[in-house]
């Protein structure tokens, strides 16, 4: 379970080795981004960047090369100001904070999500992905 060992070092990482509540409130707030039937889960996430004009970004993200960066600005104006405020109210963090965090961790986890270069089909494979990193987060507590 080498991988999602490393995706929780990364969370830990980007709180600076916040409080373990904060760390799984962000990996509950990454997996509701990729997986929110409201919104399309990953599908409907990948339309929102493209048509923020971003969607080479989260294309490397789902590739299986090199992960483009996004800004925490990016981010935020892709997931739009009152989204991005009512994560950080959830986790009490501030806006600012929230989008650097999830522009380090969203990319990471969007490529662990894909390994083979393609978005799940369904929500089976995707749900499997997430449930095994939300185990991972379960143990830390």
């Known amino acids: 379970m080498g991988l999602f060992d490393s995706i929780a070092g990364q969370v ?3 709180l600076g080795g916040g409080a373990p509540g904060q760390q799984g409130g962000l990996l509950e707030v990454v997996t509701g981004l990729i997986n929110n039937p409201q919104t399309g889960g990953l599908q409907g996430l990948i339309q929102t960047f493209e048509q923020k004009g971003l969607g080479n970004v989260i294309s490397s993200w789902v590739g299986t090369g090199q992960n483009l960066p996004i800004s925490a600005e990016q981010l935020q104006s892709v997931l739009g100001n009152e989204q991005v405020q009512a994560m950080a109210q959830k986790l009490g963090l501030s806006p600012q904070d929230i989008s650097s965090h999830l522009s380090q961790l969203l990319p990471q986890v969007v490529d662990k999500v894909t390994p083979d ?25």
Not at 129 to 140: D, N
């Open 12 to 14: 830990a990482g980007a």
């Open 117 to 141: 270069g393609t978005v799940p089909q369904g929500g089976d494979a995707l749900q499997s992905a997430i449930g095994m990193l939300g185990g991972l987060f379960g143990k830390q507590g």
